[in-house]
């Protein structure tokens, strides 16, 4: 069972260019999680999607970024006219319903991907 | 609005030794906590996640206690080796259903040979 998968893992854009990141969760989750880690700084959630819902985008920039979880495929985080501050690792992770099971207790631990890091020319 | 915070920021001790990494949580209405290990330019690998119902979680090495009522958890390391040097992140979930989580600013650990 292949971990959570991201490409690119490097990727450089000059300001105004389009980024597209792509994650694949591990098989049989349904739930995709985005953060973003800008350097020196601690990780900061972006956006919960399900398939093709987004739940919670409360972490997005309201503008230039958008992200999708469509039936098949990828989930895509897509920056549009990049700037250099968008230079930070975008990571995902992926996790499956969470479950109640015997004793109360709940499996939603969330398993990341590598990450891509994304510079900013 | 949750808040976590680990400290020290960064710790170097000498090999063979036994350590704590310290987070702490504003929000004490939790139901898990867990922490994490992230080594330079890769991603995040879970160590341990401990239920609010628990008062220990142990793997190996690596055991993480956790206090609700004083919005404390500790991850104590048992015998430093080199290879323990990386990023340690503790972070909680939002809600049940909505897991999003929030992280601690991490403590960079550094085990001296």
């Known amino acids: 069972n292949a971990g959570v998968m991201q490409n690119p893992r490097h990727l450089v854009r000059r300001r105004g260019q389009e980024a597209r990141l792509r994650c694949s969760p591990m098989k049989g989750h349904s739930h995709v999680y985005w953060y973003r880690q800008l350097p020196e700084e601690g990780l900061k959630f972006m956006v919960y999607?399900?398939?093709?819902?987004?739940?919670?985008e409360s972490g997005m920039p309201k503008e230039r970024f958008s992200a999708e979880f469509p039936k098949e495929g990828p989930s895509i985080l897509r920056i549009q006219q990049v700037v250099r501050g968008d230079s930070a690792a975008y990571f995902c992770?992926?996790?499956?319903?969470?479950?109640?099971?015997?004793?109360?207790?709940?499996?939603?631990?969330?398993?990341f991907g590598a990450g891509t890091r994304l510079s900013v020319l | 609005k949750q808040e976590v915070t680990q400290i020290p920021a960064a710790l170097s001790v000498p090999e063979g030794e036994n350590l704590v990494l310290n987070c702490s949580f504003t929000d004490s209405a939790i139901y898990n906590l867990q922490w994490f290990r992230q080594d330079p330019g890769k991603g995040l690998t879970s160590l341990l996640l401990i239920q609010s119902s628990q008062r220990e979680q142990t793997s190996g090495r690596l055991n993480a206690s956790l206090d609700k009522s004083s919005g404390r958890s500790t991850l104590y390391i048992a015998a430093s080796q080199p290879g323990d040097s990386a990023t340690y992140l503790c972070?909680?979930?939002?809600?049940?259903?909505?897991?999003?989580?929030?992280f601690g600013t991490g403590t960079r650990l550094t085990i001296i040979p």
């Open positions: 999607l399900q398939k093709e819902n987004i739940i919670d």
């Open positions: 992770a992926s996790s499956p319903p969470s479950s109640t099971v015997a004793g109360g207790r709940t499996k939603n631990i969330q398993y």
């Open positions: 972070a909680v979930p939002y809600d049940f259903g909505n897991e999003k989580l929030t």
